[in-house]
């Protein structure tokens, strides 16, 4: 028995990772937890690619930079990775990016203000709505003084999230219903100003064609935002110190 236990522990040694990778391939097979094909992320072992290859021992990925990352099969069971699968699968690609408005550039409209929102024909019935609002209600609320207004007041950071909200609903490569989130809202206002953050899907999961949908996104939403009396918030640079000295 003794000499049965020492040859066992010694085969256990010898085909370690052999029993290991064994085990992991029944456990990845009958959970469908990778194939070939999958696009998977891998951070302790610096893949992010396409899976090439599963074998017995190995899982051969292709990154996206054309080099080959080999990860044992059996580390697929111990190690955090994502499979970016279901999100093929799904047709959706999620867009989670914010715009930071500089604070000091949000007000209450004017009459001015509303006038002009007024012309926008994404917006034009969200403000003719609240105006009308406002009036049913007998004009602004009895809490609103000289300096504070009412809380149903517009303020054109509500109106741009409105537009943004419209904006991206006249998109028809943004997915509008089903299971699909999609949300404009506001992030904890920091040192970098006040987060708009734009939560929607794409209706196509290509990296290229999903990367410009984006672009085209905040660089309308960029270039928008003076339109509604706010300013975009960015840090200070060389430029700002030199037109600072100048006029000093």
């Given at each position: 028995l003794s000499g049965l236990g020492a040859i066992t522990a010694v085969l256990v040694l010898i085909?370690?990772?052999?029993?290991?990778?064994?085990?992991?391939?029944?456990?990845?097979?009958?959970?469908?937890?990778?194939?070939e094909g999958d696009w998977i992320e891998m951070s302790a072992y610096e893949a992010d690619g396409i899976v090439t290859n599963?074998?017995?021992?190995?899982?051969?990925?292709?990154?996206?930079?054309n080099t080959i990352?080999?990860?044992?099969?059996?580390?697929?069971?111990?190690?955090?990775?994502?499979?970016?699968?279901?999100?093929?699968?799904?047709?959706?690609r999620r867009i989670k990016r914010a715009l930071h408005v500089d604070l000091t550039s949000i007000a209450f409209c004017d009459s001015e203000m509303i006038e002009r929102f007024r012309n926008i024909g994404l917006i034009q019935d969200?403000?003719?709505?609240?105006i009308a609002n406002v009036v049913a209600r007998g004009g602004r609320d009895e809490a609103c003084t000289r300096d504070v207004c009412a809380e149903h007041e517009l303020t054109n950071a509500g109106v741009f999230r409105a537009y943004i909200s419209a904006y991206l609903k006249s998109r028809a490569d943004v997915h509008q219903e089903?299971?699909?989130a999609f949300l404009i809202r506001q992030l904890d206002p920091g040192p970098m100003g006040l987060p708009l953050e734009v939560y929607a899907f794409t209706k196509?999961?290509?990296?290229?064609?999903?990367?410009?949908?984006?672009?085209?996104?905040?660089?309308h939403?960029?270039?928008?935002?003076?339109?509604?009396?706010?300013?975009?918030?960015?840090?200070?640079?060389?430029?700002?110190?030199?037109?600072?000295?100048?006029?000093?």
């Open positions: 085909f370690h990772d052999t029993l290991l990778s064994f085990v992991a391939s029944l456990q990845i097979q009958s959970h469908d937890l990778v194939r599963v074998a017995l021992h190995t899982i051969k990925v292709q990154n996206w930079d990352t080999v990860v044992p099969t059996h580390k697929l069971l111990d190690t955090p990775y994502r499979n970016w699968r279901g999100m093929t699968e799904s047709g959706g969200y403000v003719e709505q609240r089903g299971d699909m196509t999961t290509t990296w290229g064609s999903y990367e410009a949908i984006q672009a085209e996104i905040f660089e939403l960029v270039a928008a935002a003076p339109a509604f009396g706010l300013r975009v918030f960015q840090q200070p640079t060389g430029t700002d110190f030199r037109v600072l000295a100048a006029v000093a």
